[in-house]
């Protein structure tokens, strides 16, 4: 079964740091590019970063470059995003999503607050 | 960049009827769209990619059209488990994604 896992959200102060991870089962993860979309509370969906297939190519919404940082373990099928300088803006369930243009599939999602 | 606007934002219809939504690009995409069902709690699900091409499990009363800067969903045949929100995504800009705001389409 093709499967997206998220984890590592949480509460975090505003400054502060978090790293997500997303685990890849079911299919071969190192021949997909991936992304991270993210929705905040009662709000609609925004892609937020790219990374291709063997992170050749990165790209990041306006709204978090220089702050995010999207990275991939192929070896250990996982996908990981570093956040810092987090703002009460990032609150949202951030999922991974596999796909080089449409998306597919998705991951369940992760919640990352933002608050002091 | 290229900007997304759905009509309508919110569609009350009953179970059987026929539903229309329109998704506006502000600059030509070609068939470079995708359509993704969200029920509330759960992950978007693909319906439509390329503007027109059913994923694959996809019930065939869902069917995409357009080109351009206009698309529209229809769902021929309103069914209880269609009640969702609907989301355009555009792929033009690859890899510089941007989605619709989304239609929400609730019980009449």
């Known amino acids: 079964e093709v499967q997206l896992v998220e984890s590592g959200g949480g509460l975090v102060q505003p400054g502060g740091s978090l790293r997500l991870s997303c685990a890849a089962s079911?299919?071969?993860?190192?021949?997909?590019?991936m992304n991270w979309v993210r929705q905040a509370p009662g709000k609609g969906l925004e892609w937020v970063s790219y990374i291709s297939s063997s992170s050749s190519t990165i790209y990041y919404a306006d709204s978090v470059k220089g702050r995010f940082t999207i990275s991939r373990d192929n070896a250990k099928n996982s996908l990981y995003l570093q956040m810092n300088s987090l703002r009460a803006e990032d609150t949202a369930v951030y999922y991974c999503?596999?796909?080089?243009?449409?998306?597919?599939?998705w991951g369940q999602g992760t919640l990352v607050t933002v608050s002091s | 960049d290229i900007q997304l606007t759905q009509s309508p934002s919110f569609l009350s219809a009953s179970v059987g009827d026929r539903v229309t939504i329109t998704c506006r690009a502000s600059?030509?995409?070609?068939?470079?769209l995708a359509w993704y069902q969200q029920k509330p709690g759960k992950a978007p699900k693909l319906l439509i990619y390329a503007a027109s091409t059913l994923q694959s499990g996809v019930p065939s009363r869902f069917s995409g059209s357009g080109s351009g800067t206009e698309f529209t969903l229809t769902i021929s045949s309103l069914q209880p488990e269609d009640f969702a929100t609907y989301y355009c995504q555009q792929l033009n800009s690859y890899p510089l994604f941007t989605f619709g705001p989304g239609t929400k389409v609730d019980i009449k």
């Open positions: 079911g299919f071969t993860f190192s021949s997909y590019s």
């Open positions: 999503a596999c796909g080089r243009s449409w998306f597919d599939p």
């Open positions: 600059q030509g995409i070609s068939s470079y």
